[in-house]
């Protein structure tokens, strides 16, 4: 995806008057491959100044909880010195040609749209000024703006946006605008209301599992066992329950992220859906390959050979050869499910040249595709309505339950909502992998760290969905982890051991699992040398350290890193009474009395 920041300004604000009188305002997403110089794909964002003062601002990400349905709005509203109390915020709907890309994920939403967005509402707010100097005759710089009104203070006049925005709308659009510097801000940075807060407490907001449409029915699948698909179906006494329409096998697109093997039970209702794939007989013909028994000696295994370096900084082999001692340690990690509070739900209404899908997804454009894929409708025929999501976490950044729904939409000719159990959730996620890191540390004398090998095997995500741009090992460690730049003589490797269990992005990816081995391990190197954690953490950040010296990135790095995680709690603790006495305290004795919160 491009990074809308990068382009050009000169390239990016587009303008035009509403029917009845007011301004809209847009930003340009990106060029059509291979298209001209001034040819745009569609608009990121908008805002719309009615008449009346009233303002709409369009939120272009999907809302899963993260807040971007209230923060890209402000970005906007900021820099237009809008009255937040008269902005109605709206979802915008999916439309790659107005809005560029629309999904989320990786916490991306604000700060790519940090800068445009704020031009956007610093180019209107400059519109409404020049028209505002135009009609009362003055210098535009001798105008000022606030909540919604533009101010001419020697004489006192003032107009609100709402009766300037026609007049606005047919000036053309100022480039290089510039923005608040950071202290004039009124909406960054202070404590604001979700936009819909109304409509979430009192329970009027609308989620995925909320979609209806006429003559619609509810689905349950019995998912098939990874690696597996079923060999027989006893559906009679599914069947013979109220409610129950049909039973439906489905065989599987063959996509790692694609729709899986099951049975599926189509009724009136979903409690009947439920109760029908409950009372299913199915015999599952099953891939003994694909559980977990036998992956924790294989990843055992593994890191007893050598894995594939991704850093090798100094010399790690004689680092360890002269140390004074050594810490080994070795974590294992499980696989662990989303869980979101709405689990995976879509409502899909196929017919014979075209598709509607109403989905809580974290990305329309491919939801868009997989439904395309599984009907063989043209991708313009598909119609995406994104809804609000309970919750998101990477999961729906896997769009296999809309290809559910469009499948079954087309094979019972109704619109088919499907609906995911807790259960189902759980026993059929694409997981955080699960894996295995060896850590081993060189010390020397004085018990600081000169040597740093870690290992980690497990099952790549990467290696699953089937990417090839780059090895299994990208989706799993990054070369430049911490402790990287930091000790002198560092190695990383890595060992993919594949399994059928599907995996994918599980909140932070890669970090919650390797910040967990690797701070528990300097925190096990410390005790090792009998020193305190934190301040065994502290000279492991000595800039000084860093390969470079003190001006080189990693030393930036590493002062930047203390700067905001490490040495204002450090310094906060130590003048705690008594820090210090654990490091040394009997066996059995523990430190107590200080709680330090991090934001």
């Not at 082999?317 to 995976?344: I, K, M, N, Q, S």
């Not at 454009?365 to 609000?388: I, K, Y």
């Not at 350290?545 to 930036?556: I, T």
């Not at 009474?577 to 523990?590: I, Y």
């Amino acid at each position: 995806m491009p990074n809308v920041t990068d382009f050009d300004r000169r390239e990016f604000l587009t303008v035009a008057a509403t029917a009845a009188g007011g301004l809209l305002l847009g930003t340009r997403a990106a060029r059509a491959a291979g298209a001209g110089p001034g040819a745009v794909v569609g608009l990121t964002a908008f805002v719309e100044i009615a008449p009346d003062g009233a303002i709409t601002i369009a939120s272009k990400n999907m809302e899963i909880g993260q807040g971007v349905k209230t923060a890209l709005p402000m970005l906007v509203a900021e820099e237009l010195d809008a009255d937040w109390k008269r902005v109605r915020v709206v979802e915008a709907p999916f439309d790659e040609a107005r809005f560029g890309s629309q999904g989320v994920g990786g916490s991306t939403s604000v700060w790519e749209s940090w800068l445009p967005l704020r031009r956007a509402g610093a180019a209107a707010r400059q519109m409404l000024v020049a028209a505002a100097a135009a009609r009362w005759g003055v210098d535009p710089s001798s105008l000022r703006t606030e909540a919604g009104v533009v101010i001419h203070p020697p004489s006192g006049r003032r107009a609100a946006y709402g009766a300037l925005a026609a007049a606005a709308a047919r000036l053309p659009v100022p480039q290089d605008v510039p923005l608040k510097p950071p202290e004039q801000f009124r909406l960054i940075g202070r404590r604001i209301a979700p936009a819909d807060v109304g409509d979430l407490v009192t329970g009027k907001a609308r989620y995925g599992l909320d979609a209806r449409v006429p003559g619609m029915r509810y689905a349950c699948i019995a998912r098939a066992p990874f690696g597996a698909r079923p060999a027989d179906v006893r559906d009679e006494a599914a069947l013979d329950l109220p409610g129950v329409e049909r039973v439906i096998p489905v065989q599987g697109s063959g996509e790692p992220v694609g729709v899986r093997p099951g049975v599926a039970v189509v009724a009136d209702s979903t409690w009947a859906a439920i109760r029908g794939c409950r009372a299913l007989g199915v015999t599952w013909q099953e891939d003994e390959s694909a559980g977990t028994a036998g992956l924790g000696a294989r990843l055992a295994a593994a890191l007893e050979r050598g894995g594939k370096v991704l850093r090798n900084d100094g010399d790690v082999d004689a680092a360890f050869a002269v140390a004074a001692g050594t810490v080994e340690a070795v974590y294992e990690l499980p696989f662990l499910a989303h869980v979101p509070l709405e689990p995976p739900n879509c409502l899909a209404d196929v017919r014979a040249d075209r598709c509607e899908v109403w989905v809580p997804t974290q990305d329309p454009a491919d939801v868009r595709d997989m439904v395309a894929r599984t009907t063989g409708l043209p991708p313009e025929r598909v119609t995406v309505h994104p809804t609000r999501s309970g919750g998101g976490f990477g999961r729906r950044l896997m769009v296999d339950y809309a290809g559910e729904a469009a499948l079954l939409s087309q094979r019972a000719g109704a619109p088919v909502q499907v609906v995911w159990t807790r259960e189902d959730d759980l026993s059929h996620d694409f997981y955080r992998p699960a894996g295995r890191h060896r850590l081993r540390a060189a010390l020397d004398g004085s018990g600081r760290v000169t040597g740093w090998l870690q290992h980690l095997a497990n099952p790549s995500r990467y290696a699953y969905a089937g990417a090839t741009r780059v090895g299994p090992e990208a989706s799993e460690l990054y070369p430049d982890d911490f402790p990287a730049g930091c000790v002198p003589n560092l190695r990383y490797e890595y060992t993919n051991v594949d399994t059928p269990i599907p995996r994918g992005a599980w909140r932070s990816t890669l970090h919650s699992a390797n910040a967990f081995a690797v701070e528990s391990f300097v925190d096990e190197v410390a005790a090792a040398a009998a020193r305190d954690p934190l301040q065994a953490a502290r000279s492991l950040f000595e800039p000084s350290r860093a390969p470079g010296g003190s001006d080189s990135p990693a030393a930036r790095f590493a002062e930047t890193y203390v700067g905001y995680l490490a040495w204002d709690l450090v310094h906060a603790i130590e003048k705690v009474p008594g820090w210090g006495e654990q490091a040394t305290a009997p066996l059995g004795r523990f430190f107590g009395g200080a709680t330090i919160v991090v934001f």
